[in-house]
């Protein structure tokens, strides 16, 4: 199932932006959901991460890149509301 966004549904990531073309599905076949940092062979990267940690670690990585505390803040706001997360609550 294709994503009308084009942002990975667990982290937020843009799916283009991702290496390796995004996640993989269990089959083999990418994943048009998650990206590769979080999804591979059809399994969550980190299953028992809750959506606290991954707005932090989301948080970290763009701070790595050079983004603003304020602008990472902006981008890990709208997490909670992906379909991995929204699915689970």
């Not at 199932?1 to 084009?6: E, F, L, R, V, Y």
């Not at 790595?64 to 505390?69: A, D, L, N, S, V």
Request: charged content about 25%; overall charge positive.
């Amino acid at each position: 199932m294709a994503t009308a966004s084009g942002y990975c549904q667990s982290c937020g990531m843009p799916l283009k932006r991702d290496e390796k073309g995004g996640g993989t599905n269990a089959d083999g076949s990418k994943s048009t959901t998650y990206c590769s940092h979080c999804y591979a062979d059809g399994k969550f990267t980190f299953p028992d991460l809750t959506v606290d940690q991954m707005q932090v670690r989301v948080k970290e990585k763009l701070r790595e890149f050079g983004f603003p505390g304020f602008i990472a803040g902006m981008f890990t706001s709208k997490i909670p509301k992906l379909k991995r997360w929204s699915e689970n609550q």
